[in-house]
């Protein structure tokens, strides 16, 4: 019998508490590999090459592949950039002449002060989009170019 405060342990009560020992003591072991890029490790590569021989060659090659295009992609566009900028100038510059030459066509036409003032609110308008155009361009390109935010590259863990 129980003497005190102890509790007589019964046949069912010792197994149960065997049972919670041994879930106590098993351990969940997993490990994650992660890598970052567009090729993976040399050992993973040699993993896939068991799987299949020519796989390593073409996760290399695919990079490669991959690579190359980011770069085309990137010049062409530079490229297309120079080119609207140079297409953006010469409009620009062709406005001008055709608002200043209207303008000055209109003040030589009409021999009046309303000829002249009209002439002359005309070349102004003309010059004053022209550059209220490229003080906006230039504000937007700067902040584009502030917003440029650098990659992260993560490394391996094992």
Do not use: C
Not at 72 to 77: D, G, L, P
Not at 94 to 115: E, P
Not at 140 to 149: L, Y
């Amino acid at each position: 019998m129980a003497q005190g405060n102890e509790i007589e342990k019964t046949p069912e009560l010792q197994t149960k508490e065997v049972e919670e020992r041994v879930i106590a003591k098993k351990v969940a072991v997993r490990q994650e590999t992660i890598f970052s890029g567009p090729i993976p490790r040399a050992q993973d590569l040699a993993e896939y090459k068991k799987v299949q021989k020519d796989l390593p060659d073409r996760i290399v090659k695919m990079a490669e592949d991959d690579l190359a295009h980011i770069h085309f992609v990137q010049k062409m566009e530079v490229i297309t950039d120079s080119i609207a900028s140079i297409v953006g100038i010469g409009s620009a510059f062709a406005l001008g002449m055709f608002t200043v030459y209207w303008g000055a066509q209109v003040t030589i036409g009409v021999s009046s002060l309303t000829g002249s003032l009209t002439g002359a609110f005309i070349s102004t308008v003309g010059i004053g989009s022209i550059i209220a155009t490229f003080i906006y361009g230039t504000r937007r390109s700067n902040s584009n170019n502030s917003e440029i935010v650098p990659t992260q590259q993560k490394e391996d863990i094992t």
